[in-house]
RNA sequence: GGACCUGUGGUGCAGCUCGGAGUGCACGCCGGCCUGUCAAGCCGGAGGUCGCGGGUUCAAAUCCCGUCAGGUCCGCCA
């Protein structure tokens, strides 16, 4: 039907016979006889030059049929790809007329979400949103190729799953012939893939679709896509050197350029010097410890078990109404307070001046070892907070990233793998830790003892990547032996019964030779987006839901017929 | 479950503090003119349940209460 795409003609072009099909971007008349008409498809736009009677409209899907020709003297368009060329002696074929669009098809155009949402086939027309999609295949391509090439299997897991409350709940879907039960869509393949290791799979992989029936964010719906991969006989270095290659390939793939190899860093100096476990190396500074700098002070407000400081660059103008909210803002965050010290030039020159509430109190030391610890000069802010060593970190983490947020565009892309998390979580109400990643994460070798004695101090095998402050993924080792299952079950107040309801057929299939075994996942939604320069996952989805689940192009969720209902065995309460 | 922002012709906004006739801007749309435009230009025109419901008031887009929708975030997301 046609010979080639709107945004690929050039001057190599020149003199052929072409046939493009698309749809009117825009048309500019000029009398009865002349009308310029931008013809788009997803390549791109091109202008042909109609000097026939044709009426055409706005989004209206046409066939032209012309001769490619270079433009005339001084007519180039340098913000149009093909700007160099037009086809002329063009017939006009119109397959399809078209109402006026609800929106201008043009990226600039901002619309509503939910107006976008409603015409999503309307808004994937738009060049942004061609190019994320084609994106987004180009990176799923690059990761299959990857997987392939290290020797990964990809194997399909069932979506109708079986219930086994874990964490995130999960969207259950009731079962026609044995009414009154349900499978449930799967939050991940986790232990379909655990599962395929003691089936002697080796290297398994899979672009799989995961279900989290969990409140939407601009980095989280529904139904997400992870790269999904479970290998056996492999170290925690293996896995992280698998998933590397692939991320590395996806974002050569996307940009063109391949980003340096992955640093690692370990949980708690990500806690230290950035306050969280997926640190934005984009910005610069970093979390500075100020215990030896106060360890001898006066100043109640800042004795603490920790005192940490943050230096802003360029914040001494911050007005003190700013500061005051800012203070405000880590009290919210859990702190018992925040310091402030502008500093300035000193008067009559030479060295630097702090101007704080707290300047007066501290000593000479305490002033030249706050400015040298945190490396701030004139012109800057440095925020203390003295605290539980955990909070001054979270709380100055957050601020951190809250004064010095960057565009997601914006800056380069630094992956950063997060290692030797804890096993545990603070212990909870029932007066057992929970686990921080899964119940299956094996312990750090070096920690094994201290299980019972000293969990929450207990480093695990498990690790994150993370990309410009978004946690892409996570992974494990995983527990392959029984009797090291068992002692986490037993830390993590996990009965017998429990986990032989919730995990039995694991638990039984771990007796019959599983491997050890170690895996990850992560998120591609989420990597496309950043790689996009997008700063939220719906604009790499095609059709995303909106943040309260709904989907304003077709209307879901919406009641079934009382028919259906009762085929399916259900009836609603209070109806 | 909670906090905040937004909702005004098809689209994006202004108007809202301090109540006084649906007032304005840009884009789009319709008609006319126009043979080198390219976010074309010029002239003319149409298009409104100010999200919805209630309250206060002589009078509500504007103030108050509720509610719905979209967004951002907290909780939640092993």
Known sequence: ????????????????????????????????????????????????VVDTSVDLRSEYVVCVSGVVRRRPEGMENPNLETGEVEIGDCTVEVL??????????????????????????????????????RLRATVVSAIRRAMERQGFCEIETPLLWSPTPEGAREFAVPSRLHPGTFYVLPQSPQIAKQLLMVGGVDRYYQ???????????????????????????VTQDDVLG??????????EAATGSRPPAIEQMSWAEALDRYGTDKPDLRIETAIVDLGEVFASSEVRALAAPAV???????????SRAALDALVERAKALGARGLAWFRVNEREGGGGSSLDSPLARVLSEEEREGLL????????????????????????????????????????????????????????????????AHHP???????????????PLSVRSQAYDLVLNGWELGSGSVRIHRADVQARVFKALGVSDEDAESRFGFLMNAFRY???????????????????????????????????????????????LPVSSLAELGIRIAGR
């Open 242 to 251: 698998f998933v590397s290659e692939a991320v590395l390939d996806a974002a």
């Open 308 to 318: 940490k400081g943050l230096r802003v660059r360029g914040g001494s103008g911050t």
């Open 207 to 233: 672009i799989a679709r995961c279900l989290r029936d969990e409140d939407l964010r601009a980095d989280r719906q529904f139904e997400f896509t992870q790269l999904d991969m479970e290998a056996s006989f």
């Open 513 to 559: 030779g599983a491997p050890p075994h170690a895996g990850f996942a992560f998120g591609i939604d989420r990597l496309v987006a950043v790689l996009a320069g997008e700063e939220s996952i719906r604009e790499v989805v095609a059709f995303p839901k909106t943040q309260s689940g709904s989907d304003p192009l077709t209307g879901a969720p919406k009641p």
């Open 440 to 454: 299956f994460t094996m312990p750090h070798p070096d920690d094994l003892d201290r299980i019972e004695t000293d």
């Open 372 to 435: 040298r610890a945190t490396g701030a000069a004139p012109g800057d802010l440095v925020l203390v907070v003295a605290d539980e060593h955990r909070t001054a970190c979270t709380v100055l983490g957050q601020l951190r990233v809250e004064l010095a947020a960057k565009p997601v565009g914006e800056g380069p892309h630094r992956y950063v793998w997060v290692v030797q998390f804890p096993l545990f979580e603070a212990i909870g109400a029932d007066g057992h830790p929970a686990a």
């Open 96 to 133: 399809s007329v078209a109402e006026p669009p609800p929106f201008l098809v043009e990226d600039r155009a901002d619309v509503e979400e939910a107006v976008r949402l409603r015409h999503r086939y309307v808004d994937l027309r738009r060049p942004r949103m061609q190019a994320n999609l």
């Open 1 to 48: 039907m046609r010979t080639g795409l709107c945004g690929e003609v050039g001057l190599d072009d020149v003199g052929a016979r072409v046939r493009l099909c698309g749809w009117v971007a825009r048309r500019r008349e000029h009398g009865e006889h002349l009308a310029f008409v931008d013809l788009r498809d997803r390549s791109g736009i091109v202008q042909c």
